[in-house]
Structure formats: C-alpha cells, structure tokens
C-alpha cells in the first residue's frame, strides 16, 4: 500500500529536538574483520539502562558526503531512547573501488559482487553491539539508497534483525529470489527518483509481504533520490519522524 499521511508538525518537532540535543558520538566503535576493521561512530541515548540499537548503513559515496543528515537520524533516535550507530561497512578494498574516480559501470560490477560481503560485515557489527552491557537485545537496521540495499540483504539473512527501514532502496536481485524471511519493513521513496526507481521499492515491499512481513511503502510525490538530505524541507522531517515512529513501535525498551 503506497502511503501519504500528514505528519508534518510532528516531524518538524522531532527535527527541531534532534537539532537542540545534537550529541557527538560517544566512541567510535571498532569490530575486527578478515577485510579490515569495521569502525562505526557510536551515538548513546541518555541514561544507564538497556537500549535498544539501531545500524545505520550509508550509500554508495560513504558516510563524509551526507554526514550530517546521517547525523539528523542519529540525533532522533538517540532522543528516542535508541541507541544510533554509524557503520562504516566499507573495507579499504572498497573505499578503492567505490571512489568517485571509478567509471559507474565499475561501481555497479562491484556492488552486485559485494551484497554478501557487506551483509556478513553488518551481522558481525551486529553480533558486537548486541553482546554489549547496555543493548537491550533489540536491533534494528536504517539503510540509505546503496545502504537500503545491504540492509535488506543483512535482513533477509539475519533473524536478529528486528526492523528494517530502507530509503530510496530495495533488495539486490541476486538475493531476492532465495529471500524467505524479512523483518517488519518500512520504505520510503521519492516517485521522482531517477538514481533508483520507486519500483525498487515497491518490490521490496511486495517480497516482505509475500514471506509474511508487515510492510509499507511511504511515496513522497515529485521527491529526488535524497530528498531527505535537504535540512528545511517539510519533507525531510517527515522521514526522519515516519522512520522514529516506526523504531519506537518495532524497538520497545527492555
């Protein structure tokens, strides 16, 4: 069901409070992987009890070009009482392959080789931040455009995977014909998008909703590929409140 309530005024009051509460990570947290370290960048929720975690997987030109609106996300969840990490799921052979001096058709070759890759490094993220004191023991994953991608296929492949937001994303056509589970998922996609098409996401939702997932897909009319990174746009806070609203209902603390 493609979906466009108002909840503008809300959003607006979640932006404005991440943007008074803007906190700096509390540590970069640091996984060992046989591809290099996995280093994420830790935003912690105020208090000392359980929490539960949310991953956030960046697109295709890492996490410095759209730091800040990654940081807006953070900034919301962590007034939520969720924990926010910023996951740098890139190895160094990566980073070379994905730099913006690579020819598209390079980027593309890589990235239908790499789904798996990049999902097994989101789980072992996963797996230490679940092992920590402080989790709750409930995680979700938050991905953007390429990154709404890996964590769809981290999803598909890890049952601790307890929600799904994607944005401007979908499921990686290698994986989506063996998919037989998906977390509760909730997509949101601009219907002017010409980076990836709506129809992504239309079929992402159509396949959690064919294994038995709760699914909604929110269309921003006449909205761009990352609509959500413009930082005034009504549209903007109404994602980032859509995206907190769904956490909050699919993450309940401890």
């Not at 069901?1 to 466009?4: P, V």
């Not at 937001?165 to 996609?189: C, F, N, R, W």
């Given at each position: 069901?493609?979906?466009?309530r108002t909840v503008l005024g809300g959003g607006l009051a979640i932006l404005?409070?991440?943007?008074?509460?803007?906190?700096?990570?509390?540590?970069?947290?640091?996984?060992?992987?046989?591809?290099?370290?996995?280093?994420?960048?830790?935003?912690?929720?105020?208090?000392?009890?359980?929490?539960?975690?949310?991953?956030?997987?960046?697109?295709?030109?890492?996490?410095?070009?759209?730091?800040?609106?990654?940081?807006?996300?953070?900034?919301?969840?962590?007034?939520?009482?969720?924990?926010?990490?910023?996951?740098?799921?890139?190895?160094?052979?990566?980073?070379?392959?994905?730099?913006?001096?690579?020819?598209?058709?390079?980027?593309?070759?890589?990235?239908?080789?790499?789904?798996?890759?990049?999902?097994?490094?989101?789980?072992?993220?996963?797996?230490?931040?679940?092992?920590?004191?402080?989790?709750?023991?409930?995680?979700?994953?938050?991905?953007?455009?390429?990154?709404?991608?890996?964590?769809?296929?981290?999803?598909?492949?890890?049952?601790?995977?307890?929600?799904?937001?994607?944005?401007?994303?979908?499921?990686?056509?290698?994986?989506?014909?063996?998919?037989?589970?998906?977390?509760?998922?909730?997509?949101?996609?601009?219907?002017?998008?010409?980076?990836?098409?709506?129809?992504?996401?239309?079929?992402?939702?159509?396949?959690?909703?064919?294994?038995?997932?709760?699914?909604?897909?929110?269309?921003?009319?006449?909205?761009?590929?990352?609509?959500?990174?413009?930082?005034?746009?009504?549209?903007?806070?109404?994602?980032?409140?859509?995206?907190?609203?769904?956490?909050?209902?699919?993450?309940?603390?401890?």
């Open positions: 069901m493609t979906t466009r404005a409070t991440a943007r008074s509460l803007h906190a700096e990570p509390a540590d970069q947290f640091r996984v060992e992987s046989s591809e290099g370290a996995i280093v994420s960048a830790h935003y912690a929720a105020n208090g000392t009890a359980k929490r539960p975690s949310v991953l956030v997987l960046h697109g295709a030109r890492g996490v410095e070009l759209r730091q800040r609106a990654y940081e807006r996300y953070a900034d919301a969840l962590t007034a939520a009482g969720i924990d926010a990490y910023l996951v740098r799921y890139y190895s160094p052979v990566d980073e070379q392959a994905m730099a913006p001096t690579s020819t598209r058709e390079a980027r593309l070759a890589h990235e239908d080789a790499r789904f798996g890759v990049w999902a097994e490094r989101v789980s072992a993220v996963a797996s230490a931040v679940l092992a920590r004191a402080d989790s709750s023991g409930r995680l979700g994953l938050l991905g953007f455009s390429l990154g709404g991608f890996v964590a769809a296929a981290t999803a598909a492949r890890d049952d601790r995977v307890a929600a799904l937001a994607v944005l401007y994303g979908g499921m990686p056509d290698q994986i989506a014909t063996s998919v037989k589970h998906l977390p509760p998922l909730l997509e949101l996609h601009g219907d002017a998008d010409r980076n990836v098409s709506i129809a992504r996401g239309e079929a992402l939702v159509r396949l959690a909703k064919t294994v038995g997932a709760p699914a909604e897909l929110v269309t921003y009319p006449g909205k761009p590929h990352g609509f959500d990174f413009a930082e005034n746009d009504p549209a903007s806070a109404d994602a980032v409140a859509r995206v907190i609203g769904f956490f909050r209902e699919r993450l309940p603390a401890a």
